[in-house]
């Protein structure tokens, strides 16, 4: 069965990450995407370390799939191939400075004018309307500015950023469902839409339970190091070797968990009998079970904690993360092919497993800047019709 | 123009929440979405804090424009009801663990047989397939095991948990894009698909950065607290009441920082004149910003800060978050509508912003249990035809 996305052509002038992680999303989903480039150096993630055979591996992690080629869309040759493309496409992403499509004569009004059906998808750092629509903004601007960090860190510590890029990531993400539901409505009116997605709206999207919070109380949670809230135990607790998971949901868990632990008096100890009580003491609580737990390794608390009906996990580095059987087992870690002379780098696997959608663990290489010039203006020459 | 998902139906099984954040965003996008509830205490939500007359904010920011009725599948009286449902639906989704819907006779290979359009969703803690498929999963255990607590934190520090419940949040964004994908392919083939997400699976996907690190130099990284991990500076700095962002991305924009900040003799000195020479000493680097920007208030740093053309911005709470012009004028704070006597709860507006489809600031509000049961009978009586 053909790919959901499989025949969809997507012009992607986006670069970097928020736009380029949206775009590998359309390729697992079966798109063509034909990344179009600046001649000379590309997309800035090609010079960003650690490189393989003098290949970025950041850049490759997040544009496998795709083809390449360098256009400066303010040369008139390179203009016209543009014009062509934009004839084949369905869908041009970008993640300019709101107005700089405009200047290069390309904004959604105009293209939308001259092509009913194209789908428009733009990422900002604060969207193409509101006082601020015109500022550029990083990762960590809008992870700050969002909110997010004020939660994340340790209690009455400094804000702490989130490892993961999500500031990017998150509006890559509403990039892809915005497109995917632009292309449903296209299927109804025959019209396509532009989507506009700002990294800072995304930030605040996925806070549910902070807005919750605020929203009803006018009070803002803070950050809890690596305890739940409002449940106790619900934390990462040293072992020997590492830190393990401890999640007691309820108090029948607490009753197994002090049981395993050998902590048997507790649950009938009053200060930590109920949920309430222990949540007044979850530092002396913390002692109490770590006291047990640094005295052997995390595989050993694993085991005993599984076998007890506690939820439980190691905390794990990226090195481990791309060992785990569970994750190996769902194709999570795919191989670039290396193209006979050309690195194997390594990328995440695409999470969305449906059950006609084919799913290995290999995938084709990144391309090299320009690399695919000519064979798409082969196809551009090739008779359009039956699209 | 109607929106994207105008006419389908959703039969939502889910509760708490990475499968109740999807199907707010499939009711953002026009679906129509029955919430079917356990009878007598519903989707354990209900019951978390913080309440307003009764009711949790919790809830209601994840559910509302849902109808409700609860159901009991394993009750004669109650499938059959269910079984009309799915005649009528697009859409089922579920995240119960993997061989609950088979026991109650709806797993997904009994519904292709019989409808062969129904779309099915499910999300699970590791996924449907694989040696851990049955096991459990709470947010914090995905985020520990899946890497991304390792990347977060303070260098040295014990690992963070990210304040937001990236671990649900991001596993329920997928589920709508395989929907969405699924939607899509259903309108060429006909034929509906099973999308099947895996929180540990979704963990994974969002870390690029660390991927593509660990895959290339086999060391993972660790965590950098509030820097970034490869340009100095590109931190918090404490002002006078509280933190200002400072991402000085090159080192033209340093030069302009040091200016602003009275460091002119900076950008001369060997040691802080590159990228990778601030980058050997961030912590000595980050005191002599202190020194300057703890003598003034956040509101001076950034207005000082923009002016000279150096990326800033503040650590907001999420108080402040909620009065925020630019996320205000973008409508990502919407209120529930009150329906006479009840609470006006806030929640996050949608960031998927499409040139047509309406965009408000109020929403209708969350469902009480069990509340559409007699107009969701009377629609099932109504004619199907058209559908």
């Known amino acids: 069965m053909a790919k959901p996305l499989a025949g969809l052509v997507v012009l992607d002038l986006t670069h970097v990450l928020a736009g380029p992680f949206c775009s590998t999303q359309l390729v697992d989903l079966g798109a063509r995407v034909i990344k179009i480039e600046r001649p000379g150096l590309g997309d800035d993630t090609r010079a960003f370390p650690p490189f393989l055979d003098g290949e970025s591996a950041y850049f490759a992690a997040l544009n496998h799939g795709k083809s390449s080629i360098a256009l400066n869309l303010k040369a008139a040759d390179d203009r016209e191939i543009f014009e062509r493309l934009l004839q084949r ?51 960590m601007v809008v992870q700050a500015r969002g909110g997010v960090m004020s939660i994340t860190g340790e209690t009455g510590g400094p804000p702490v950023r989130v490892g993961a890029s999500i500031g990017d990531v998150v509006a890559g993400m509403y990039l892809t469902q915005g497109i995917l539901a632009a292309l449903i409505a296209r299927g109804q009116s025959g019209l396509g839409q532009k989507v506009d997605i700002s990294m800072l709206d995304a930030q605040l999207a996925i806070q549910e339970h902070a807005i919750a919070i605020t929203g009803a109380t006018g009070v803002p949670p803070g950050p809890t190091g690596a305890r739940h809230p409002t449940i106790t135990p619900f934390a990462t607790y040293r072992a020997r070797d590492g830190f393990v998971v401890i999640a007691a949901g309820n108090d029948a868990i607490f009753a197994r968990l002090c049981a395993a632990l050998g902590l048997d008096h507790l649950p009938d100890d009053p200060d930590y009998a109920t949920n309430t009580a222990r949540c007044q003491r979850p530092d002396l609580l913390k ?37 785990d059987p569970q994750i190996l087992s769902r194709n999570m870690v795919v191989t670039l092919q290396t193209d006979g002379d050309r690195p194997a780098f390594v990328a995440a696997g695409n999470p969305i497993k449906m059950s006609d959608l084919p799913d290995g663990t290999t995938r084709p290489p990144a391309p090299r800047l320009d690399q695919d010039r000519q064979q798409i203006l082969d196809w551009l020459d090739t008779d359009a019709t039956g699209r």
Not at 106 to 130: C, K, M, N, Q
């Open 89 to 139: 496409a369905d869908v041009v992403l970008e993640n300019y400075r709101p107005g700089v499509m405009e200047r290069l004569g390309y904004g959604w009004d105009d293209l939308h004018a001259r092509l009913p059906r194209l789908i428009y998808g733009a990422v900002s750092g604060f969207g193409h309307t509101g006082p601020e629509a015109g500022k550029p903004a990083y990762d």
């Open 287 to 323: 002692r109490l079970i770590e006291t047990i737990t640094l005295t052997r390794d995390v595989d050993h608390w694993i085991a005993v904690l599984e076998h007890a009906g506690v939820p439980t996990g190691r905390v794990q580095n990226m090195a481990q993360v791309l060992r």
